[in-house]
């Protein structure tokens, strides 16, 4: 009577205080330039050791530069930055890794999109990384979830995780979702109905039939904004489309392994009568393409909606936020949202960036070309195996032919610490997961959207309503 | 890590809610290897209003930051509370938080209080009410009150976590006393689901 997230945590409690403090086993440790230095200086100070060199999987991501990659590391012209990529380097070179892609490298890319492609992300692990889109690995019933870099520390040096258990919500979305809404809208959907607190202190399962007939890159998507609705984990129980997607991965098991794999794996799934603290569930068939309008993700419309007005807010805090919220982004109450004129546009980041959302983002530009009030569209493959694939089936072109930029890997602009930044009141059409204030650059404005709704921004200078597209 | 044992200081109101990590540290101050120094960045942007309360001369010196519901939501960064220690908070009082935000909170010596919705409320009105509004956080105690001790608000904290804190222990050597326990979990792993190794 055990759901997947009780099944996950009970496969990996090493030891529980009386309290119920947990000393949680990881199996994977994923590693990035930003939130790491600290914790391997820590280890230094210390005196101490990793615990288990090959539970790391390393990459330079979140502050890589996406054009000059011909200059080798002068091409980062932040300095910061190119201190941050040399110390990463320098602690693998120290401490060492599984596996480690560096800046530059051909398989190199954001962490949560590389983690997947490479089957280093397996059903019934522990996955953490300091970075909290790490729920993004639940998509194959993993137990994945952020940590703070005293955390990286902890883990690298003893293995293991001090938590508390979570508790269990489920989120059902039960039907066919219509054409052109896509996994991101569902999402979007569910943190606009139960607010970007609503998942604090759970683990939430998706479920359902729309679920069920997502890809692996869709679940992904999904997971990825758990920590957008407050929950640190995301997660799917396994099925065929998991166990398919893994066959033959770089890290994946292989042969009579991989056979008594599968078969443990098949029983990473919630029991039939597993009980839930909270249940939640959404009609398929009713979810719209998504529009943020705010500097929070629970500030969302559908399309063919319009800039919420404040007045009619009760709540007085909740209503000053969408006052702050209204005059920081530039907009008016009752704005239709395809009234709203883009500056720029980006596809990209790990909620977005996988092949299939460069094939849907594309299949919407093809033969089009951008829009002359958009100033910059850019396109960031997640990874660089991504790159390669979407250039073996021409989508650079389309792109490139649209008045696209074809950028290299890595997280761009959707943290901005590169140089690829929202100049303060350009407004941009976004993949990524956060809107918050200056998160794509000082005084920006995001609204978050799904690819083919970002690219159909893109060709028609506003927001579109891709199912009329 | 530092120990937190009783801190008696003046409050800093901020009166929103969902201040997300973003806003904390913005992103550009990210960009260091180390722990310390991040102050500078703390509510940056929103530092650049003239109006924003950490500007204002009478709260010269706050060490605990009163704020609404669902504090430190977004990203993981632990320099959010790095930055609010490095410019001389130790503590933070809201009705809720986000989770890695808290989780990382304690890793640092800062404590995070969570109290009642109406208990935040009335502190906002003290704030508003007495220029240089003070309050004693007392750990051991688990309170929050007033410097003239005229009334005192409870608050929960997880008795772990309190330990560590009082006694400022480096969670570190704590879990290596368990070294054995986790080589032996380790074994039997290994031996029943090898493709994880
Ligand atoms: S793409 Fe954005 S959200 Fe994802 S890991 Fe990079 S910075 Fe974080």
Redesign the pocket.
Known sequence: MRTLYDKLWDSHVVHVEDDGTALLYIDRHLVHEVTSAQAYEGLRNAGRKPWRVDSVVATA??NTPTTNWDEGLEGVRDKFARLQIETLDANMKEFGAKVYFPYLDKRQG???VIGPEQGATLPGMTVVCG?S?TSTHGAFACLAHGIGTSEVEHVLATQCLVTRKMKNMRVNVEGQLARGVTPKDVVLAIIGRIGIAGGTGYAIEYAGSAIRAMSMEGRMTVCNMSIEAGARAGMVGVDDTTIEYLKGRRFAPQGAEWERAVAYWRTLKSDPDAKFEREVTLDAREIRPHVTWGTSPEMVVPVDDAVPDPDKEKDSVRREGMERALQYMGLKPRTPITDIRIDKVFI????NSRIEDLRAAASVVRGRRKASNVKVAMVVPGSGLVKEQAEREGLDRIFRDAGFEWREPG?SM??GMNPDRLDPGERCAST???NFEGRQGAGGRTHLVSPVMAAAAAIAGHFVDIRKW | MVKFTVLNGVVVPLDRANVDTDQIIPKQYLASIKRTGFGEGLFAEWRKDREFVLNQPRFKGATILLARKNFGCG?SREHAPWALMDYGFRCVIAPSFADIFFTNSFKNGFLPVVLREDEVDRLFHECAAFPGFRVVVDLDKQTVAPTDGSFAMRFEIDPFRKYCLLNGLDEIGLTLRHADKIRAFETQRKAQHPWYF
């Open positions: 991501d979140h954001i962490v949560h970075d889109h990209g980041s790990c909620t997280c959707c943290l990524s997961n956060r | 990203s």
